[in-house]
């Protein structure tokens, strides 16, 4: 079993830019959770997919968006990118309300 | 809106002590409650998940108590070892979403 698997690892991009990132979920899991981990704080809810919907959604403007494909692996799409947007990415998927999340490696975003 | 504290921020401790982590949080509410570990740049790895229903979860060294009417969990970190340094975060399960603490930062001084 693979785990959680994001992709890419890091990525620079420039502000104004969009940049898209991905997630596989862990075997048999049916639903994708985005985070947001800014330095030295915890991470941030953005929001949920599940059955390819997005079932909820944190404190975050709309240039966060994002998709569940039929696999149910995940993408987070950010458009417009600040200089604040600057942060970890991370990827958790599970099964069921109340079921533990299981978490990817996380991608390192950094806007110049 | 679920608030959630870890006190201390940061600690420092010798090689063989116990170690105590505290996190709190604000609803009661909860269905679930994950203490996880994160090396630095790295992803999350998750170590106990106790149930709204339980009291505690143990696995190997590691125990975590859970007081929902209090608002308190709590990870006992036995015979600390220089592996052991990391940071832990508190992360509370509800209404789909989980909310996290800034996290533990320990330091096990060999």
């Known amino acids: 079993d693979a785990g959680v698997t994001q992709s890419p690892t890091h990525l620079i991009k420039t502000r104004g830019q969009q940049v898209t990132l991905r997630c596989s979920p862990k075997?048999?899991?049916?639903?994708v959770s985005w985070y947001q981990q800014a330095l030295g704080q915890g991470p941030q809810f953005i929001f949920q997919y599940y059955e390819e919907e997005e079932r909820q959604r944190g404190n975050f403007p709309d240039r966060f968006s994002g998709h569940q494909f039929p696999n149910y692996s995940s993408e987070l799409n950010v458009n417009a990118l600040l200089l604040g947007d600057s942060a970890l990415y991370l990827c958790?998927?599970?099964w069921g309300t109340g079921a533990g999340a299981f978490f990817g490696q996380g991608t390192r975003l950094t806007v110049v | 809106k679920q608030e959630v504290t870890q006190i201390p921020a940061a600690l420092s401790v010798p090689e063989g002590e116990n170690l105590v982590l505290n996190c709190s949080f604000t609803d009661s509410a909860i269905y679930n409650l994950q203490w996880f570990r994160q090396d630095p740049g790295k992803g999350l790895t998750s170590l106990l998940l106790i149930q709204s229903s339980q009291r505690e979860q143990t696995s190997g060294r590691l125990n975590a108590s859970l007081d929902k009417s209090s608002g308190r969990s709590t990870l006992y970190i036995a015979a600390s070892q220089p592996g052991d340094s990391a940071t832990y975060l508190c992360a509370v399960g509800g209404n789909n979403r989980l909310a996290f603490g800034k996290g533990n930062q320990v330091v096990v001084i060999p």
């Open positions: 075997s048999g899991h049916d639903t």
């Open positions: 958790a998927s599970s």
